[in-house]
């Protein structure tokens, strides 16, 4: 087809169909850009949506952060206040069982010197006692050899012997019971 040819088809394509086509044409331009409006609209309220729930979320990681932060360092200033509490708590124990160590071992100590010293006298008295008990019954066997010893000799030197054993002096006893008869 010529050049002629299609300028005629198109001359009486437009007669037959001109106002149709242009009214068509009118109408897709019409929703054409009544889309790209919308288009546009969605994108930019799309956008602002976006950037506004970003913004929200960085906020709130922000916030979290901070929340974690102020936790950590809650937590680390706690840990060091046990620690500290912990470790003077142990240091004054350790110095408390320390010095009840020693004052124990000072009053054993002391205690084992006095057991000693009573022991010794204890041991002194006891042979003091015995070599008195000896010197008297060897005064007492001595009286014997010379002279017959009665009943009541014997009775009065085992007494004697008994009292100074138990500590007492029988004169004083005597002199006692006669001040409680006057």
Do not use: C, P, W, Y
């Amino acid at each position: 087809m010529s050049e002629k040819n299609v300028n005629n088809v198109d001359q009486i394509r437009d007669l037959i169909f001109g106002n149709q086509i242009k009214d068509f044409e009118a109408q897709f331009n019409k929703l054409n850009d009544t889309l790209r409006v919308m288009e546009e609209k969605m994108t930019k309220s799309f956008s602002e949506s976006h950037l506004k729930l970003q913004k929200e979320t960085e906020r709130s990681l922000e916030v979290l952060e901070k929340k974690i932060d102020n936790l950590s360092s809650s937590t680390q200033r706690e840990r060091t206040k046990l620690k500290e509490l912990i470790d003077s708590t142990d240091e004054n124990l350790h110095e408390q069982l320390t010095n009840q160590k020693d004052e124990f071992t000072a009053k054993l100590k002391i205690m084992k010197e006095n057991v000693a010293d009573d022991n010794k006298k204890m041991v002194e008295n006891m042979a003091a006692m015995q070599k008195e008990i000896q010197a008297t019954l060897e005064k007492g066997l001595a009286g014997l050899s010379h002279d017959k010893l009665s009943r009541d000799s014997m009775a009065q030197m085992l007494l004697d012997v008994a009292m100074k054993i138990q500590g007492t002096d029988m004169n004083e006893m005597l002199t006692q019971g006669t001040k409680t008869e006057k």
